[in-house]
Each structure stands twice: as structure tokens, then as C-alpha cells.
């Protein structure tokens, strides 16, 4: 036999990793453990525990603390009374507590990965290589974010105690990715593990007390799904970070609206892998194996549609299914095993009804003929060819090793299939033409681009979704937002009116009279009330007005009566002017030039309408319209100067973190500087390439509708900023239920604001509020900061490897 033909037949032999440093340490806690609360162990107070279980073996490893109310309570106190030392600890300090934690981590690194393949499935290969060392990354990471925090980020305090939930799929690295960033800034945590994979929480949180992080910093708090939602519903927790489906996301959105709790969502995705014909397709082979059934395709950002050039995909799908027969599949401690288990057997069951779903809607399913192992929660790796892009499994996350193939013919068809599903987590995108690749990840909607690469993640860079895969991004400069507060703004604790339970919307801002219908003739004729949808005035679709009234009761003019349908035809306006995205920036700016130019060109007449209709003196009025010229001026300038940078992470080539434009975002003006805040919220917006529907104060509009004109000479195009008067909160519903709004700015009550959270869950859409709490619009900080700019924005991030 020659020596090729022995290196082809040779069968691998065992190289397992040993578990005895996992199982002493179970065994040092009896197998048995309580709740981690202020660096010690703790019984529950149910008293009850759950089994976890080794899923590639079925051996039970260890029982876990179910915590119940007291138990949160007692977790929240202790990250409560942690929290007043920790926060005024100095960066330096806290620098040295988390570079602590890493040090600790990586001298623990072994027992770490073997416990979480033990606890998971994963293979060791992925903890021993991925997980652990991404996690020690990222304590390093963000413990130089706690030493430059004080010199770099001055306005920032911590936003407090902060509820995190996680999954099962990297329980160690979703554990980081939140712990680090929330730790390094001064924040306290409660942390709940997944139910599946509890363990190796329960390691780290021992491992930290080891390092010497002092009590109450993180407690880690095990228990079900309902110990989370005491979590989530607790008064005295300030932010809830959460990483799962989107349907447990949406559950936590309306659990936490309107309470002034600050959320993020890292939620689902079905990630699309694009292969183009040019590609090198071996190369892309390999990608599709890391995509999909890299830690068994239990990967939020997965790429679990593959996308292929109809010219080469034949010959791919051959190529794919050979590899597929080289895929090794079996005990996850085995270092030289590809598929480990499946994390539990519900999840097994779960995964087979997608696969025989797909196959009752018309695909063909390939499984190749590789062992399995006879015990234990294993899955094949599989693949589902000839899918529609609107069966089920073309839609829906599998979160398995389950690819779907679909073919595409032209780069534009590519863009419109990847685009094609409610998620937007990530993307793959392999070509060798670098224009081709580059201009389709710009055009995919995700949070990130892989080019020629996938599944790559480092602390520097953010990671997040558009759309309904989440909002807030963990990782990078761009993460640390979500940890921190602007020092001016306190915790908002919004005081819901017990009585405006009805329709839950509160009280509308003033007495206002009834609408009337409207007259287009007499003395009214120049003063038809419109809306501006698309560029053009249009009567409002009801034909019903509404008088405008000044500060003595005098009537001081009317505006249109906006309805459904009038926000409806201004979000499809918004959509039709997406194209003031692709203008050059400098375009943008100085379009805002000109539009503050035309306004200061009208000041006086601005002024004297704001002093009407508000009753503030003459000399306060035209600070107003001054103020909002420089506004429009200080959006201008941020126009081109805000487009991302490039992230340093270790990737041999170009990590790009992108500012992107959210998209359609809704602006619900508040009623006190009618001119100013208006301006304030639509001038950062649409700088940065938005498009807006927004609905201007409701007790002060005449300001907002003369602007039709300042915007019809200043150059804007169409359907960039669209005008629809009337009821903020009855117009403010109408955009919260719109499934094509992408974000939702309100600045109306407290109700409202608990109404506008609530129902901007059904797409996931960003939401923006005020809590009916006062904010300075005349100050810069409140007016003008850098939150204006994080909102109008959401970073994407491209990795393009380099190298000939
Ligand atoms: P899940 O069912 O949403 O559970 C996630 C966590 O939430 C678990 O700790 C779970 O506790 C808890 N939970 C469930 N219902 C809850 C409720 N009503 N209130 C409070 N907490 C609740 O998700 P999973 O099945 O563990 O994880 C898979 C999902 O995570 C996939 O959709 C995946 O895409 C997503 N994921 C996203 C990212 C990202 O960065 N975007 C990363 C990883 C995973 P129990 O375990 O006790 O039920």
C-alpha cells in the first residue's frame, strides 16, 4: 500500500481530553449547588434544584439552585449595596480587577473548557480554542475601557444594577460579552444562565471571588425562565441585557415598557452565506462547515442560508456534500471531533421537526452516510436543497446543523434573497472581486459582514442585530453605550397615571377642542391645514382640522387632522426617499446648511409664530429659532465626520465598524419648544441618512408646518422629512403597530411613552422615549448630545481579511 493511499484510509484513534479537573471540581461541591450572592455560596429559599446532564453522555453532572423571590431580592440588594462603592471605585482600580479576572480565567482555562463541553456539547476543540480564550479577551479588553473611562467618556456615569439573561449556546462567552463591558464602567451585576447550562456560570462566578472582585459585583443567580422575569420585573434593577430568541426578546420588551429600564436584545438570526461564482470555492467549502455546523449550528449568527451563483451551484452543492462525508461527529471531549451534542434532547426534537417540515414543503434532504454515536443527544450535519425563499425553514432559525440551499442569479438578486427574512444578525459574503463583495455587504442589513470569512468575533468589535434580531451591541467602542448614562439624566422613573388605564395612553396634553371638519374657503384660504408626505402639502386624508390655540385661548390658526392613512402614505414616502442614504455625506451637510440658512432667512417670521402660539416674549422666541439654526448647523457638521472606524482586532486585514442609518425612524415631538425640540430630533436623523415621519408638538404645530416651506427650498428631497399633524398619541400608535418603521422617537407621557416600548415589540423596531419627564431642549448636553447621534445610527461591522 502506498503511503497515500495510507494517509487517505487511516482511521482516527481517540485523543480525548481528560475530565478529571471538571469532575473534582463538581465533586469538591458535593455536585450540588446554591446561588452565588456577594462571593458566597447560598441555599435557595424554594429549596428545590434541577438536574443537569452531560449531553453527549446522559450522566448527570450536578444539581442546580431554582432561586425564587427572595433569592432575587437578595441578589438585587447585594448588587444594590455593591453598586455605591464599585461606581466610585477609580478606573485605575477597576482596570486591575478585571485584568485580575482575565489573569484568573486563563490560568483556569482548561478546567473552564472541559467543563463547558461537558455542560454544553460543544467540542473542546471550539471552548478550548474559541470560548475561553474570547472570554479572558474580553475582560482585558474592557478592563482598559475602565482605565480610560474617566479621560475618555467624561459626561458617562453607570447606569446601576444591571439584570443580565443568557442562553445556552456559549454560556461562557454571552457571560462575558456582558459581565466585562457592565463591570468596567461601574455597573453591578445579577446574572441568570441558561437552565441547560448552568455550570460553568457558577465556575466563573467562583473564579472571580478568587481573583478578588469584591461582593455584590456579580452574583450569579440560577433558576428557570420565571427567576428571570423576577429579575426583569424587579424595581430596583436599572437595565435588563438579554441574549435569546425573539420571542422571549419581545416577552422581555413588554415586561420592561414603560418603567425607564434600559434594554438591549442580542435575539435570533437565520444569517445568510452568499457564494459567488468567482469565489475560491474550496475556500468557501471550509466557510460553509464553520458557518453551520461550528458549535452544531447552535450559533445565533449561524449562516444557515446558503446563497449560491446559480452558474457554480451544481458543482458547490457536489463539492459541499463530499465534505459533508468528512465531518466527524461524536464525543465533544474527543479533540479531534468536528460535531459535538446537541444540547439537549427537546432542542434534538425541535431541530428533526424543522428538517421534516422542510421536507413535507418540497426540499431534499441530504444526511451523509457518517457514524453517529449509538448514545447521546447527536445530530447529522444536514443539508436541504431545492427550498423555496418562503418555506419555513428558508425563514425560520433552525438553530441546529441544518443548511437550507438557495440559488441566486445576480448580485442584486443575492441582496434581495440575503435581505429576505425578518432577522438581519450577520452575513457571509465570498467573492474575489472586492468591489462586488464589498457593495453587497453594504447592502445586506446586518449587524455584521463577513467577506471571504465567517464566524469571527473579538472584544473590539461590536456585535448586534438589525431589525428583529435585537437592538445594542455588545463588544467595541460601540458597545460600551449600553452601560452607561449621560451624568445629566438619573434613572428615569416614569409615574404612570393610575387612571389613564383605559386605552392606556394617558391624558392628551391640554383641553383640545374636538377636530372640525375642514373649510377650504373665507378667511381660512391660505391657511388650508396640510401635511407634507413626499415632498408635496397634502390635505389630510380625514379632511378633518384642528384649531390651533394661542396662549390666551385666541385661535392662532389650524392644522391637518392626521389619521392611519396619512401615516401610512408618509412611512411609504419615507421608504421611496431611501435613496438620501446613498447621497455623499457632504451632499447631506450641506443640504442641512441650506436648510438652516433658509430658516435664518425667516427668523423673524419663525419667532413671531412661536411667541403666538406659546406666549413667550419676542427676545425668547427668536432665541428659539437661533437656537434651532444652530442645530441644524451642529447636525451639518456631523453629517460627514461620524462614518465608523476601523476596529482593532486581531484579524489580519480590515475590521470596519460602519455607521449606518437606522432606515424609517418616527418622531413624536414634544409639546415645549415647539420649534427647537422639533428641529433638535429631525435634524441628527435624517444628517445621518434617515428618513422621518415625524408628528410635530401637538398643542404647538404652526412652527413645524410653516418648516414645509424652509424644506421645500432647501434642496431636501422627497419623502426625506414627511409631516403629519395632529394627535401625537393617536399618531404615535399608528407608527409604534407600523411593521415598516425601524425606530420610534417619542416625546410625549409617561403612558405614552409605556405604550410606544409595548408596541414597537411586534417588529422589534429601536424605540426612543422621554418618559414624560422634562428634558432642557435649549441645553446642548440635553438638546444635542451624543445620544441623538447613537439613535439616528447602528454599527455594522465588515471583516475583510487581507493577504495574497
Ligand atoms: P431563550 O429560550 O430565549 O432563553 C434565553 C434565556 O432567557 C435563558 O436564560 C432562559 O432561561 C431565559 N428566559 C426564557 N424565558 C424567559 C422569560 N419569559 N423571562 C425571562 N427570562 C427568560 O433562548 P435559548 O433557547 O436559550 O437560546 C437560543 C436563542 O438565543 C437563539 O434564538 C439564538 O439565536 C439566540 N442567541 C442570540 C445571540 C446574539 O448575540 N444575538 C447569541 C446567542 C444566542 P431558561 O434557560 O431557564 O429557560
Known amino acids: 500500500m502506498s503511503v497515500k493511499t495510507y494517509l487517505k484510509t487511516m482511521p482516527y484513534g481517540p485523543a480525548p481530553e481528560a475530565a478529571d479537573a471538571a469532575n473534582a471540581w463538581l465533586d469538591r461541591h458535593e455536585r450540588k449547588f446554591g446561588l452565588f450572592i456577594n462571593n458566597r455560596w447560598v441555599e435557595p429559599s424554594t429549596g428545590e434544584y434541577y438536574d ?21 431580592d437578595a441578589a438585587v440588594g447585594a448588587a444594590r449595596e455593591a453598586f455605591a462603592a464599585w461606581s466610585a471605585t477609580p478606573g485605575h482600580a477597576r482596570a486591575r480587577h478585571l485584568y485580575a479576572i482575565a489573569r484568573h480565567l486563563q490560568k483556569h482555562a482548561r478546567l473552564l473548557a472541559v467543563l463547558e463541553t461537558m455542560d454544553n456539547g460543544k467540542p473542546i476543540r471550539e471552548s478550548r480554542d474559541i470560548d475561553v480564550p474570547l472570554l479572558a479577551r474580553h475582560f482585558t479588553y474592557h478592563a482598559g475601557w475602565a482605565q480610560l ?394 379632511n378633518y382640522s384642528r384649531p390651533v390655540f394661542g396662549p390666551k385661548g385666541e385661535r392662532v390658526g389650524e392644522v391637518g387632522e392626521g389619521n392611519r392613512k396619512d401615516i401610512r402614505d408618509a412611512v411609504e414616502a419615507a421608504h421611496a426617499a431611501a435613496k438620501w442614504a446613498a447621497l455623499t455625506p457632504y451632499n447631506r451637510a450641506q443640504i442641512m446648511y441650506y436648510i438652516a440658512e433658509n430658516l435664518a432667512a425667516r427668523a423673524d417670521e419663525f419667532a413671531r409664530r412661536i411667541a403666538a402660539q406659546t406666549g413667550q416674549a419676542a427676545k425668547a422666541a427668536r432665541a428659539e429659532v437661533e437656537a434651532s439654526i444652530e442645530r441644524l448647523f451642529t447636525a451639518a457638521a456631523w453629517a460627514d465626520k461620524l462614518g465608523g472606524t476601523v476596529q482593532e482586532t486581531p484579524l489580519r486585514g480590515l475590521t470596519v465598524g460602519l455607521r449606518e442609518p437606522v432606515g424609517v425612524i418616527g418622531i413624536a415631538c414634544p409639546d415645549e419648544a415647539p420649534l427647537l425640540a422639533f428641529v433638535s430630533l429631525l435634524a441628527p436623523a435624517i444628517a445621518r441618512g434617515n428618513t422621518v415621519v415625524i408628528v410635530p408638538s401637538e398643542v404647538h404645530p404652526l412652527a413645524a408646518t410653516d418648516f414645509y416651506q424652509v424644506l421645500d427650498t432647501s434642496d431636501v428631497p422627497p419623502g426625506v422629512v414627511n409631516i403629519v399633524t395632529g394627535s401625537r398619541d393617536h399618531l404615535a400608535k399608528v407608527l409604534a403597530e407600523h411593521e415598516d418603521v425601524d425606530a420610534l422617537w417619542y416625546f410625549g407621557s409617561a403612558e405614552g411613552s409605556a405604550q410606544v416600548e409595548a408596541l414597537s415589540a411586534a417588529n422589534m423596531k429601536r424605540t426612543w422615549v422621554g418618559y414624560g419627564l422634562p428634558r432642557d431642549w435649549a441645553s446642548e448636553e440635553q438638546g444635542a448630545g451624543e445620544e441623538f447621534l447613537h439613535e439616528a445610527t447602528q454599527v455594522k461591522n465588515i471583516w475583510l481579511p487581507s493577504g495574497a
Not at 443537569?52 to 427572595?70: H, R, S, V, W
Open 52 to 72: 443537569n446532564f452531560n449531553p453527549a453522555t446522559g450522566e448527570k453532572l450536578a444539581q442546580t439552585a431554582q432561586a425564587g423571590q427572595p433569592d432575587v
Open 149 to 542: 473611562m474617566e479621560r475618555e467618556l467624561p459626561g458617562y456615569g453607570p447606569v446601576g444594577v444591571v439584570g443580565q439573561i443568557i442562553p445556552w449556546n456559549f454560556p461562557l462567552l454571552m457571560l462575558a460579552w456582558k459581565i466585562a463591558p457592565a463591570i468596567a464602567l461601574g455597573n453591578t451585576v445579577v446574572l441568570k444562565p441558561a437552565s441547560y447550562t448552568r455550570l460553568t456560570a457558577l465556575l466563573f462566578a467562583e473564579i472571580v471571588a478568587e481573583a478578588g472582585l469584591p461582593p455584590g459585583v456579580v452574583n450569579v443567580v440560577t433558576g428557570s425562565s420565571q427567576a428571570g422575569t423576577l429579575i426583569v420585573e424587579h424595581p430596583d434593577v436599572d437595565k435588563i441585557a438579554f441574549t435569546g430568541s425573539t420571542e422571549v426578546g419581545r416577552v422581555l420588551r413588554r415586561l420592561t415598557a414603560g418603567s425607564g429600564k434600559r434594554l438591549s436584545l442580542e435575539l435570533g438570526g437565520k444569517s445568510p452565506f452568499v457564494v459567488f461564482d468567482d469565489a475560491d470555492l474550496d475556500g468557501a467549502i471550509e466557510g460553509v462547515v464553520d458557518a453551520i455546523w461550528f458549535n452544531q449550528g447552535q450559533v445565533c449568527c449561524a449562516g444557515s442560508r446558503l446563497l449560491v451563483q446559480e452558474s457554480v451551484a451544481g458543482r458547490f452543492i457536489e463539492k459541499l456534500k463530499q465534505r459533508m462525508g468528512h465531518l466527524r461527529v461524536g464525543d465533544p471531549l474527543d479533540k479531534a471531533i468536528d460535531i459535538g451534542a446537541i444540547v439537549d434532547q427537546t432542542q434534538w426534537d425541535t431541530i428533526d421537526g424543522w428538517v421534516k417540515r422542510g421536507v413535507t414543503e418540497g426540499a431534499a434532504l441530504f444526511q451523509p452516510d457518517i457514524p453517529l454515536p449509538e448514545k447521546g443527544c447527536f445530530y447529522p450535519p444536514t443539508l436541504l436543497t431545492g427550498v423555496e425563499p418562503t418555506a419555513s425553514v428558508a425563514q425560520e432559525e433552525i438553530f441546529g446543523p441544518v443548511l437550507v440551499a438557495m440559488t441566486f442569479r445576480t448580485p442584486a438578486e443575492a441582496v434581495a434573497l440575503a435581505n429576505n427574512t425578518r432577522y438581519g444578525l450577520a452575513a457571509s459574503v465570498w467573492s474575489d472581486n472586492v468591489n462586488v463583495a464589498l457593495d453587497v455587504a453594504r447592502h445586506i442589513k446586518a449587524g455584521t459582514v463577513w467577506i471571504n470569512c465567517t464566524n469571527l468575533f473579538d472584544a473590539a468589535s461590536g456585535f448586534g442585530g438589525y431589525r428583529e434580531s435585537g437592538f445594542g451591541r455588545e463588544g467595541g467602542e460601540e458597545g460600551l453605550f449600553e452601560y452607561l448614562r449621560p451624568r445629566w439624566q438619573a434613572r428615569p422613573r416614569p409615574a404612570l397615571d393610575p387612571a389613564a388605564k383605559a386605552d392606556g395612553w394617558g391624558k392628551a396634553p391640554a383641553a383640545l377642542p374636538a377636530p372640525v371638519e375642514s373649510s377650504s374657503t373665507g378667511a381660512d384660504i391660505d391657511r388650508t391645514p396640510k401635511m407634507y408626505i413626499g415632498g408635496k402639502q397634502k390635505r389630510p386624508d380625514g
